[in-house]
């Protein structure tokens, strides 16, 4: 703990508010919040922790706090400034999945249409459904029961739907608006589980056309109420109202949480939510602001009513949420409760030794690569390669490892400018001055340590900029192959010698791992300019054509073989000038005859 935190420990108030955790980069890494914020930042810096939690403390150097007037203010502070800062070790609830809905346009012919994403456009939406096969067929099946328009632009004519009975045509005949409104108004009853209605009426239909001898009428009659019977009655009823409600039950387990949601569509539970993540405060105020955060993804709309465990604040949750919150005290809705409470012990359970190999293969390789080189646990490594094609195309790459995993999205790749074409020295120092000079002049994150795929002359030129020119002090280590191109030694230290590792460890598979994807990224990139060199080659050699043109070739044919294949009507179409187009066509005519 150093003298900042101390000294701001020490005037810490005993006020509710939120607290922003930073690394040594000034990064917020953490927000929480407290009812009392002397108390909870205090503990963090105070006995002995596991896991996740001491990984998170050990990253700490300084903090900041808000204070707040109340529990609630605090918990909304505390969404808003995740949503602002998405610090990393927070809860991140970046699945994607999203559940189909049923949509009801709001136009003046309306429509029935199936849909993933919920709009602020004052449209009615029913679910969500257990998979999207689930809402087409309940769609289609109140296509056929409903006449509604189906064309997302009116024609000018009438279309099949009109002719089978599906369409009241709109397009082409003057429809009362009262007539859309009491479709509408029993398709909103048929969803909120009024199809029971529906079913009779369809079944007394089916029994007049027997009787009139219209046995293709009641046949057609029979199949939609056979079809609402399959669509609509697959689910078991689990409460004896048709209410909306969503069910929430969690667990907790070695400083993970696993949070469990019911979702509960017309008395039937129709789908579930399944999401486990670490915490660092208290489980119950853990769970609040997942909830939080879970109503604020588009794909979830609030329910008429939440049911939620006995040991939440429920009163702060409905003041939060806006809709009613229960803790039910008896009969199914508090067995609901204990179910999604069950299913998440289960999954916690289940899953994590699942989290804890990947720990091990991941974190723990981090932790297996710090103790080994003695030094910090390197959870961010940064590693280069170089790559030509015999001294031709020189590039070099960079790749980043997060807690012992690739970020592909901070892979670099990089065209030498200054080093000779056989300089492989030279063109690793240039790399590395680029890179770093921009992390100082950028203020990014700086790695705890930099892998470099050769030998010691690249460690040592990388080292040359990085304290000599630079004055930065960041571990560098070597990977050396065998004759096969596999990782077989690791070097480290000034001068650099040989670290012993086993090779069956999880920190020398990290090892592999990283030497492995610099090298591919870095091959993908060399090939990548070389198809690029070898296509401005051709084209340049071609009078007329200059960087515009080539780029409207290429966006047209695809290819320099299309183009090479291509008539002059062709290259007309393209928009080549009639001469220009002469000129290509004659060029690769030239070409051919003398390859034949």
Request: proline share 5%; aromatic share 8%; hydrophobic share 35%.
């Amino acid at each position: 703990m150093n003298n900042t935190i101390k000294n701001k420990l020490s005037i810490l108030p005993d006020e509710p508010g939120c607290y922003l955790m930073k690394d040594r980069q000034g990064t917020i890494i953490y927000v929480g919040k407290a009812k009392v914020l002397k108390n909870r930042v205090r503990s963090y810096f105070t006995g002995s922790h596991n896991g996740k939690t001491a990984r998170l403390v050990s990253e700490i150097e300084d903090f900041e706090y808000i204070v707040t007037s109340s529990n609630l203010e605090a918990l909304i502070l505390e969404l808003n400034l995740i949503k602002l800062h998405d610090p990393k070790y927070n809860v991140m609830l970046t699945d994607d999945k999203t559940y189909p809905y049923i949509k009801i346009t709001n136009e003046k012919y309306p429509r029935i249409l199936t849909t993933r994403k919920v709009k602020k456009d004052k449209a009615r939406y029913f679910g969500p459904y257990p998979n999207v096969f689930a809402a087409n067929e309940t769609r289609k099946l109140l296509d056929r029961l409903y006449p509604l328009r189906k064309c997302a632009k009116l024609p000018n004519q009438v279309c099949l739907y009109y002719h089978l009975g599906q369409c009241l045509a709109p397009c082409v005949k003057d429809i009362e608006k009262e007539i859309f409104d009491d479709m509408i108004e029993d398709i909103v009853k048929f969803l909120n589980g009024g199809y029971e209605d529906v079913k009779h009426d369809l079944e007394a239909k089916m029994l007049e056309a027997a009787e009139k001898l219209e046995f293709e009428r009641a046949k057609e009659f029979r199949d939609q109420i056979n079809h609402i019977e399959t669509v609509m009655q697959k689910q078991k009823i689990v409460t004896g109202d048709l209410s909306n409600r969503d069910v929430f039950g969690y667990a907790v387990d070695k400083g993970w949480m696993c949070v469990q949601v019911f979702f509960v569509r017309q008395g039937k539970l129709i789908e579930r939510d399944v999401s486990i993540f670490p915490i660092y405060q208290d489980p119950d105020e853990e769970f609040l602001t997942f909830v939080g955060r879970f109503y604020e993804s588009p794909q979830h709309i609030k329910p008429k009513e939440v049911l939620i465990p006995a040991t939440v604040d429920e009163a702060l949750l409905e003041k939060l949420l806006h809709v009613q919150v229960r803790i039910p005290k008896r009969g199914s809705k508090k067995e609901l409760v204990e179910m999604a409470i069950k299913n998440a012990r289960i999954a916690i359970h289940e899953k994590f030794q699942l989290i804890e190999r990947q720990e091990e293969r991941t974190v723990g390789a981090c932790e297996a690569l710090g103790e080994a080189l003695n030094i910090a646990v390197p959870l961010r490594i940064e590693a280069f390669d170089n790559s030509h094609m015999h001294g031709a195309d020189p590039v070099s790459a960079m790749v980043v490892f997060i807690d012992g995993k690739p970020a592909k999205k901070e892979y670099r790749k990089y065209k030498t400018r200054e080093a000779a074409k056989h300089d492989d020295y030279g063109a690793m120092q240039e790399v590395v001055r680029r890179r770093y000079s921009r992390v100082l002049r950028e203020n990014l994150p700086l790695p705890d340590l930099i892998i470099i795929d050769g030998g010691k002359g690249q460690m040592e030129v990388a080292r040359e900029v990085i304290e000599d020119e630079l004055g930065l002090y960041i571990p560098i280590a070597g990977l050396a192959k065998d004759a096969k191109h596999k990782t077989s030694q690791l070097l480290f230290g000034d001068p650099p010698a040989p670290i012993e590792m086993k090779r069956t460890s999880d920190g020398f598979y990290l090892l592999q791992r990283i030497q492995d994807e610099v090298h591919r990224f870095a091959i993908t990139f060399l090939r990548q300019q070389q198809q690029t060199n070898a296509i401005t080659s051709v084209l340049d050699e071609i009078e007329g054509i200059g960087p515009k043109r080539k780029q409207q070739l290429l966006k047209h044919f695809g290819s320099v073989k299309k183009i090479r294949e291509a008539s002059i009507e062709q290259l007309l179409e393209a928009g080549i000038p009639n001469k220009l187009a002469l000129s290509i066509y004659g060029y690769f005519q030239k070409e051919t005859l003398k390859n034949d």
